[in-house]
């Protein structure tokens, strides 16, 4: 019966494209029919689903009504439907393993980074309008586009012609499901990577460890941000608990009311540190001008008690008597010595007494 049911919609699906090919002879935009015909392997139903999946919020269109037009809306369906897609998917795949293997297995595939990939491969990447302001610092825009994408073609062609898209043309051509599956991603590292570039205190917490229904011990972690809960994670083991929590908490970033409100969290907390700093220089300052008044009192007081003492004049007169005498005698020894070592004087007659 399924394999029967399968012919039947394969069968209609060619028949529907060949009735779309020959309407499409009629259209003035055929150019852009065909461009989503590459890269989908069926003609739109309503192509304006398609054209605003790749519109980015920061071109500023408007519509007739005057609402913006953009992606967003497209986004947050097409991620659901994503995650149940490739849930069913990764479930008939990899049947008896456990829940965690299968959650961990669809998160690699679904994680912004493959997203991007798959959209640069596909061409979307070349379809995006965006203002080139935005497109400097937004590394998902790529990623966000491949789920409006997603999110279009659900709305226009219903779960199963989105999930034969998602099979033939995606995972079957990029994707190997085996081994993607026992790759590690380390979404800690990640975090702390994160935290670490936007200066952020991130905090891994085990708060819950009980039993299951087998006896077997099982870990909750909480993460928290700024000490905000940014996310909760149970598992086997702490790694594999934290790990998951870590997961959820790489989402909850991605939100701006929660960035919001840890960004204010972190703003109280810089001012709490920074006030008792500014209190110790004030009291520095005070210390020191205290001290200097001190001193400056201190020298006046020293210089107010100094008293200069007088001499008297006789005293004084018989110091500079006494100074010429001592001054006078030295000069008259000198004479004398200086006469009797006259050389004009004549030198005795070694032969005097022979007179």
């Known amino acids: 019966m399924r394999a029967l049911s399968s012919r039947n919609t394969q069968s209609n699906i060619v028949l529907r494209n060949e009735i779309d090919k020959i309407r499409l002879l009629f259209r003035k935009d055929r150019e852009s029919y065909l461009c989503f015909y590459r890269i989908l392997g069926f003609y739109p139903r309503n192509i304006q689903l398609y054209e605003q999946a790749l519109l980015h919020k920061s071109t500023s269109v408007r519509s007739d009504k005057g609402r913006p037009l953009n992606n ?39 994680q912004r980074e493959t997203l991007n990939k798959l959209a640069v491969e596909i061409g979307l990447d070349k379809l995006i309008k965006y203002s080139t302001r935005s497109s400097s610092h937004n590394s998902y825009m790529y990623g966000n586009a491949f789920e409006a994408f997603i999110g279009a073609i659900y709305l226009d062609q219903g779960y199963e012609r989105c999930k034969q898209f998602m099979e033939q043309r995606i995972i079957n051509r990029y994707i190997d499901l085996d081994k993607i599956s026992r790759k590690e991603v380390n979404f800690k590292s990640k975090l702390i990577e994160w935290s670490q570039k936007n200066k952020m205190e991130v905090s891994f917490e085990l708060i819950e460890q009980f039993l299951d229904h087998d006896s077997n011990p099982v870990f909750q972690t ?23 929590a870590a997961q959820m908490a790489i989402k909850k970033v991605k939100e701006p009311v929660f960035m919001s409100t840890v960004e204010e969290i972190k703003a109280q907390h810089s001012t709490t540190t920074t006030e008792p700093e500014v209190e110790l220089a004030t009291n520095s300052e005070t210390e020191l001008a205290t001290e200097l008044e001190n001193e400056f009192e201190n020298e006046l007081e020293a210089e107010l008690n100094v008293i200069p003492e007088t001499k008297p004049e006789n005293v004084l007169e018989e110091n500079t008597s006494d100074n010429e005498i001592s001054t006078v005698q030295p000069t008259m020894v000198a004479e004398e010595t200086s006469q009797s070592k006259s050389p004009c004087d004549a030198p005795e007659s070694p032969n005097r007494d022979l007179q």
């Open 72 to 110: 967003e809306r497209l986004e947050f369906l097409g991620d659901a439907i994503l995650d149940a897609i490739v849930g069913d998917i990764v479930y008939k795949r990899f049947e008896g393993k456990r829940e965690g293997f299968l959650t961990n297995t669809r998160s690699k595939i679904v």
């Open 222 to 244: 909480e993460v928290r941000i700024e000490g905000l809960p940014a996310g909760t994670g149970t598992g086997y083991s702490k790694k594999e608990s934290q790990q998951n």
